[in-house]
């Protein structure tokens, strides 16, 4: 979004560029994939504006020629040659074609009649295979060029050779200069002080060398100066010639204030086309640069998946010092990523709420305040067309809009918006970028052209008040023939196509000068709607009123002599020699040749400045000849230099309306007839007289709408009091009439003083319309972290109205007015939960209050989930997350049990569930808070009837255990292995698990054998003795042993729960014996304190198998300091303390049984 585009004519450069876009913004690039359209010369004017083409830090579009070599194959994105690309193969040749080159041939016998222009042709020697160019031409008063010639491999995707040619009597000879940089040396851009054009940076492709080579001198000598980054793009400060910001490959940002020669780093995370030199007038900003910021974060929870941009911050600093002591951060909170736009004395982010952006402006560095756009505009995309003369035009897309934009124009401030078209039509650009058929003309202050789509048509538009008001093209009178065209307004017109080349070798559809007013040359159709065929070219001479049609087929037209010739040159995919001049503003065309042999022509570049005189035409032979370049030189077809008679006046008007933007103004233009350089040192000269005011001069203010009858009246959803918001801070406020005064028109007196805004006194008023919101827009925190409340009154006296906040944690605060609370009230929560924060406005005449329920939360670090190793068929069992940190805010759980597609969903951390099946179940459960999301699984044995049995460890084991999950995992296994060992028993028939936490225990469970004891409950009974007599008497007698690594070998014992010993009372196991008992009795003494008190404890539930009736957990938001919870750090050091607790209990139902060593049951881990 929110892109500026002008056209400048730069240190021998025709370019459309971003003013401060940071690819080599003074160089040409001209590629020889395709002969292309030509330059309209040395552009220095249409400044409007096609949305977005290149963003800052991106290099210029390169245009490729169908080389069918290695590495070249035809691209995509090429742009439109001169004469349709390659398709040479491909595409028919017109008839006209062929007849235009049937007159070629007839022409070249009798050349001795024909006009030729003085023209010199030098070969590029040994470039033949070199497929993309780059041109400086240094300016006025300089004869120096230079020329980077490079093979670029589209295989590879770099370049692989390249050559440095320069001339120095304006393209006549050139100087192959590779040895001078360096032979084997590779060179990739060129680039030259927008300040000063003496000054030369060339970059070596970074696949072989980082380096940079510097010229003081117009590229005469060079020095070469290593890199330790990859340059992807320069960006040159507007006034500083030295300084430069360079973007590199790894999102960071570096500067130089020594044109290259050191670098420092500025910042990192720096976003891509998002960084600015700040245009303001004072120095102290001058040396400052504003920057997007960016945060990472994967897309998904698999480490395979890519990281997207989650939030960005907008940063200024010192372009030396980009320290954190002198960052700057004015826009209080996180913006969209790529949102970020400079332009001029404004500054444009976006912040999305809700799913729907909402665009912010700061003018002059001020705070930033919302555009207020209509009410029901709903944006779904919005692009800053232009910031010139202090107001904001942008081109909105809307809610019901899909090709088409409306435009909108602000006052000076850029935050209030009103229509100025609607449905002007968009189009997609080589890089994705959208284009806006949008135009403004050079040289006539206020005046556009516009495609605007109505009923399915597309139609062009004129304004010359800056949108007020718009009208169609009137069609010419005539053809190319003299034959009359009948074309009636509304239903005929002229259309024209609007696109302005990106690239300098190329020309757009459209061109005007500032040094010619009032000529404009496009491309076009008349009719009921504008095509693609049938195109011609037309020319206007007096700013839009009359047109007439110059040519019946589609020319490149250059101004020559600030616009006192023309320059034609044909589209045509065919070799040309010609091109045509017109003396008289394109009513006559002369034929001139201006080399002898046929050429394809690339692209053409003319002369800095208005007064070009001198162009080069690049082209070749045949698709593997070497560049040709042909110098022409104007000079010598006019006759002498113009003199004061040759010039008359010429009055701007709109159909006869002279009062334009509230001034006659009466322009200096050539004689037709008059053949004479106007030469460098003429100047447009303008006289301009102010108007009375009147209704047109002023368009329609904020939340009014133009009706049929051309009143401004209030749009339905417009109240005209809620103007009055200015008496909130101040003690007066612009009482609006409904209408406001065009920016920058000038007249004087007439309406003036009834259709402008009044000053008056503020109301007294109860406070209405007051908002709440935090500066971030979201309705979610986390502890420790400063929340920035700011507070709305859009009615009221501020300065009489007191403001009271309340937190919603004890803590509130009033201020005595609105005024002081501008820059928003800051504000550190502690602890987790949901808050009611109030805001209430009071003064004599009433009061009003307003709520926002804010969440405050901690990050969710892990989660554990509690389940029984072994569960009871057909008996509901208890299934408990346990967090880190306990209390982390308002989070959902996801619980999925087998094989069941529908998972259950709640907002507590446990649930009850019974197994109706016998087998293995897998329980899995998600834990969903903020933009984190966890899980964990457990896998759950479910029989009708088993025994289980503690077991205990000789205390060597403890010295190994570090307490993981895969650790227990992996000893169950051997203990089991074992024990089959040990005792013959089934191992279909034993299960065993480790349980968490230190000193280490275990459990086994037995299961009947199915096949003896299906049916018959009596024999389960006796079975299960029978298997459990056998097993504890392998361990009574020590046989159950493993090795856990060489030298240590660990014993299993049967842990007793009775007043009798546990283990074997010999000597070498009584301490172990004594400890598992004590640490038995403290886990039960545990277990049933957390159970008396457990809501005390935030986020530890135990529960109890056996118990039917669950307990109703409180949700509470602390709205007190003496009712707190615990913070996000001490929270997880609490839980920490107690993990063994959490994780150690269990109740075990054994289908009619108990087991019979212990009234303690475990079954959680």
């Known amino acids: 979004m929110l892109w500026h585009w002008k056209e400048s004519c730069l240190y021998g450069l025709a370019l459309l560029c971003n003013p401060l876009s940071s690819s080599p913004p003074w160089i040409a690039s001209l590629n020889r994939t395709f002969p292309q359209h030509l330059n309209c010369g040395c552009i220095t004017a249409p400044k409007l504006v096609r949305g977005l083409l290149s963003a800052p830090g991106e290099p210029h579009h390169r245009v490729r020629r169908s080389t069918q070599g290695p590495g070249s194959p035809p691209s995509a994105r090429s742009l439109p040659a001169f004469g349709n690309s390659t398709g040479r193969s491909a595409r028919r040749v017109p008839r006209s074609d062929l007849r235009w080159n049937r007159e070629e041939r007839r022409t070249a016998t009798s050349r001795q009649e024909e006009l030729k222009l003085t023209s010199s042709t030098f070969a590029l020697t040994g470039d033949s295979a070199h497929n993309q160019a780059m041109v400086h031409w240094s300016g006025q008063n300089s004869s120096v060029i230079l020329m980077l010639t490079k093979l670029y491999d589209f295989n590879l995707g770099s370049v692989t050779e390249s050559s440095l040619w320069r001339s120095t009597d304006y393209g006549t000879t050139y100087e192959k200069l590779n040895e001078k940089v360096g032979v084997k040396t590779i060179l990739s851009y060129l680039y030259v002080s927008p300040n000063n054009k003496r000054k030369i940076m ?57 044109f290259g020669r050191r670098w420092q780093l500025v910042h990192e995370r720096v976003a891509p086309n998002r960084f600015y030199c700040y245009q303001y007038q004072y120095y102290y900003y001058l040396s400052s640069v504003c920057l997007e910021i960016q945060y990472t974060e994967p897309s998904c929870f698999s480490a395979v998946c890519p990281v997207v941009v989650a939030e960005a911050l907008y940063v200024t600093c010192k372009l030396q010092n980009c320290t954190d002591a002198n960052k700057g951060k004015p826009f209080p909170g996180y913006i969209d990523p790529n949102s970020l736009v400079v332009q001029d004395e404004y500054v444009f982010v976006q912040v999305s709420t809700g799913g729907r952006p909402i665009y ?68 997609m650009g080589p890089e994705g970028n959208v284009m806006i058929d949008l135009y403004e003309v050079a040289g006539i202050k206020g005046m556009f052209l516009a495609n605007k789509k109505q009923n399915n048509e597309v139609k062009t538009y004129i304004t010359y008040n800056k949108g007020r008001d718009w009208r169609l093209l009137q069609a010419p009178s005539a053809d190319l023939r003299g034959n009359r065209i009948h074309c009636m307004l509304p239903y005929c017109s002229l259309h024209l196509h609007l696109q302005v080349s990106a690239n300098p070798y190329t020309s757009g559809n459209i061109a005007s000068r500032e040094s010619a007013p009032g000529i404009i040359v496009a491309s076009g159709s008349i009719g009921a709607e504008l095509t693609s065929s049938n195109v011609s070219m037309f020319i206007t001479s007096d700013a839009g009123n009359t047109w007439r049609q110059i040519f019946d087929e589609e020319y490149s037209v250059l101004y020559l002599d600030q616009g006192g010739a023309l320059v034609a040159i044909r589209h045509t995919p065919l070799p040309i020699r010609h091109l045509w001049l017109s003396f ?51 000079r010598s077809i006019f006759n002498r230099r113009c003199i004061e008679s040759d010039y008359v006046p010429w009055d701007l008007h709109d159909q006869g309306e002279r009062c334009l933007m509230g001034v006659k103004r009466v322009y200096r233009k050539l004689k037709p007839i008059a053949r004479c350089v106007m030469g460098k040192t003429y100047s447009v000269t303008m006289i ?57 028109n000038n007249c004087t007196r007439g309406v003036m003083e009834q259709f402008t805004a009044r000053r008056q006194p503020c109301p007294s008023r109860a406070p209405r319309g007051l908002h709440l919101v935090t500066s971030e827009g979201k309705l979610t925190a986390t502890t420790a972290s400063n929340v920035t409340f700011l507070v709305f009154l859009e009615e009221g006296d501020g300065s009489k109205t007191s403001i009271t906040v309340d937190f919603g944690d004890g803590n509130a605060f009033t201020y005595s007015n609105v005024s002081s609370i501008e820059d928003g009230i800051k504000h550190i929560y502690k602890n987790v939960g949901i808050y009611r924060v109030s805001a209430t406005a009071e003064n004599t005449l009433g009061s009003e209050t307003v709520l926002l329920f804010l969440h405050i939360t901690c990050q969710l670090e892990s989660i554990h989930l509690s389940a029984p190793f072994v569960a009871v068929k057909n008996k509901e069992v208890n299934l408990t997350a346990v967090l880190s940190p306990s209390q982390v805010g308002t989070v959902t759980y996801i619980w999925w049990f087998g094989n069941n597609s529908e998972p259950v969903i709640t907002l507590e951390g446990s649930v009850a569930f019974t197994f109706s099946r016998e087998g293995i179940s897998v329980v899995t459960v998600q834990v969903s808070g903020g933009n984190t999301i966890l899980q964990d699984r457990k896998t759950v044995a479910v029989h009708e009837y088993f025994r289980s049995h503690l077991l205990a460890f000789s205390s060597n084991l403890d010295d190994h255990n570090p307490d993981v999950a895969e650790w227990r995992l ?50 389960t009974a006796t079975h299960l003795d029978q298997l459990s007599e056998l097993v504890l008497s392998a361990l009574n007698q020590n046989l159950v042993q493993f090795t856990l690594r060489p030298g240590v070998q660990i014993t299993v014992y049967a842990a007793h729960l009775s007043a009798a010993p546990l283990v074997d009372t010999s000597e070498n196991h009584s301490g172990s014996a004594m400890l598992m008992l004590l640490s038995v009795v403290v886990v039960g003494l545990a277990v049933f304190l957390i159970y008396k008190f457990k809501r005390k404890i935030p986020g530890l539930h135990v529960y109890a198998a056996m118990q039917d009736e669950k307990e109703q957990e409180m949700i509470q938001s602390p709205v007190s300091p003496t009712d707190s919870t615990p913070s996000c750090s001490s929270q997880r050091e609490l839980l920490t303390s107690l993990e063994p607790l959490d994780t150690e209990p269990n109740t075990q139902t054994i289908g009619e049984y108990h087991t019979v060593h212990s009234t303690l049951k475990r079954c959680f881990y």
């Open 202 to 258: 060339l970059l070596t492709d970074p696949e072989v060398e980082s380096s940079l080579l510097i010229s003081s001198d117009e590229g005469a000598t060079y020095q070469k100066y290593r890199l330790n980054f990859y340059i992807l793009s320069l960006l040159f400060h507007p006034e500083q010639e030295d300084w430069i910001l360079a973007y590199g490959h790894d999102q960071k940002l570096y500067s130089s204030v020594e």
């Open 360 to 427: 912010y402006v700061s003018s002059r560095r001020d705070v930033f305040t919302p555009m207020k756009l209509p009410k029901y505009t709903l944006p779904k995309d919005l692009h800053v067309i232009s910031t010139d003369e202090n107001r904001v035009v942008a081109a909105v897309q809307e809610w019901n809009q899909n090709d088409t934009y409306n435009l909108y124009v602000s006052e000076a401030g850029g935050i209030y918006y009103t229509l100025a078209l609607e449905n002007v039509m968009s189009s």
């Open 584 to 634: 008289d503003e394109g009513r006559v065309w002369n034929k001139y040749s201006f080399t002898s042999s046929p050429l394809f022509v690339d692209g053409v570049l003319g002369e800095p400045g208005e007064e070009t005189l001198i162009m080069t035409i690049f082209g070749h032979v045949s698709h593997r000849s070497e560049w040709q370049l042909v110098k022409i030189d104007f």
């Open 688 to 744: 301009s007289e102010p108007c009375d005011c009147t209704e047109s001069d002023f368009e329609c203010d904020y939340g009014f709408e133009r009706r049929a009858d051309g009143k401004c009246t209030p749009a339905f959803w417009f109240l005209p009091s809620s103007m009055s918001r200015t008496c909130t801070t101040e003690h007066t406020f612009l009482n609006s009439t409904g209408y406001r005064k065009v920016v920058s």
């Open 970 to 1019: 992996d000893v169950s296994r051997v203990i089991k292995t074992s024990m089959v060992q040990a005792t013959g028993v089934n191992p279909e028939q034993l299960l065993v698990t480790v349980l968490p936490g230190l000193p280490t225990a275990a459990e086994f469970f037995l299961l009947p054998d199915k096949q003896l004891t299906e049916g018959k409950p009596d024999k």
